[in-house]
């Protein structure tokens, strides 16, 4: 099992800057990708970035790209999003996913994690 705890989330002015975190505990040799999701109120949940624990290409979504980067510290167990020049769509709860097995590159823009975290919220005001 694998344990997600997310942090960072608050309220911010459109232009501004976010870094949320997300620590993983428990079987972390098991993890294969990380990921951040995000849930607006009446609206899906939708992938924003990815990354592979051990290296490789990382992916966004194209509604942050350019804007949002996802970085991992692996001493730390720690998967981090930052979140630059927010817009006040960008508001949401922000989730933590990982995979703990091995998933196509076309596969890792589903919601189809084995873990999540109890999520984040970010609020942008306009």
């Known amino acids: 099992q694998v344990q997600l705890v997310e942090s960072g989330g608050g309220l911010e002015q459109a232009g501004g800057s976010l870094r949320l975190s997300c620590a993983a505990s428990g079987r972390t040799s098991s993890i294969y990708v990380m990921g951040w999701f995000r849930q607006a109120p009446g609206k899906e949940r939708e992938f924003v970035a990815c990354t592979p624990w051990r290296g490789g290409n990382t992916y966004y979504a194209d509604s942050v790209k350019g804007r949002f980067a996802i970085s991992r510290d692996n001493a730390k167990n720690t998967v981090y999003l930052q979140l630059n020049s927010l817009k006040p769509e960008d508001t949401a709860v922000y989730y933590c996913?990982?995979?703990?097995?091995?998933?196509?590159?076309?596969?890792?823009?589903?919601?189809?994690?084995?873990?999540w975290g109890q999520g984040t919220q970010v609020t942008v005001s306009s």
């Open positions: 996913a990982a995979h703990d097995r091995y998933r196509s590159p076309g596969e890792l823009m589903s919601p189809a994690y084995e873990y």
